[in-house]
């Protein structure tokens, strides 16, 4: 990679690209249209972990983890290089510029986001990026805001989408269904007694919780593809604790899935999480529920 970097040039999108949305997209393709004029090679210049868990020891919910999130990078066609924070976090914007992008990446195009910041303390600016860009020959292109429904697309946005159960519109800024990769565990196998057996997964802990409730999912098993009703939240009526899990029945799907690991793409929120007053209201709710998802696989309205 760095070879080519050297041989040809490199056209860099930088950020933190927390959640590969819509708006992260454009600064990508940026990148890749730009490399394709230029002949030089596109990438993507990240960081290997969220500065804020760096600089307070915290970082905010991810919008994706593990092999989604692998899968997400790949996903761009382009080549990723994770950049240690904390080894560079006290540049200075311009050693930031020398010792990264020209020495290391021999770059021949940048480009970034509209509120992109870098070096120490977050003091570069993409009006500095860009003057620096023209004082070393470099073609430079900043993405402005992109716009959904009148307001800036952002993770912050995302995260509260998910969190107030407005998955669709989370969907669209992400430009891809909100998911997660989790193995099948044990549960109580309640379900199994009422012939709607599901399968449980422990919730990432790292990753935004959506609201508590129920929502119709697309869900992938061994490369095949079942709609799904799925319940995300800490299941009240079957036990008394906080422990939060996911908990699926798949449409038109037969066989054991314990031990494999499952994708869950959420799609639609159905309705909250609530305890019932006995197991026969919860087993008749589930039913309602699967005949809900059973409607909107049959239109095949979700995309």
Known sequence: MYNEFMQKGSVVALGSFDGLHIGHMAVINNAKNLATMLDAVPCICTFSEHPLKVLAGKEPPALF???????AFRSTGIEVVKLDFASIMHMSPEEFFEEILVKTLHVAGVCCGFNYTFGDKGKGTPEMLDRMCAEHGVVFEEAEATVLDGTPVSSTRIRNALAGGNVELANRMLGRPFKYRQQVVDGDKRGRTWGIPTINQPYPEELVVPRHGVYASRCIVDGRTYFGATNIGVRPTVRDNDILSSETYLLDYEGDLYGKYVDVCLLKFL?????????????????????????????????
């Open 65 to 71: 983890a593990g092999d989604v999130k692998d899968e």
């Open 271 to 303: 309705r909250p999480e609530k305890k019932f007053e006995s197991f026969e209201a919860l087993e008749a709710q589930i039913r309602n529920d699967i005949a809900t998802v059973q409607k909107i696989g049959e239109l095949d309205v979700l995309g």
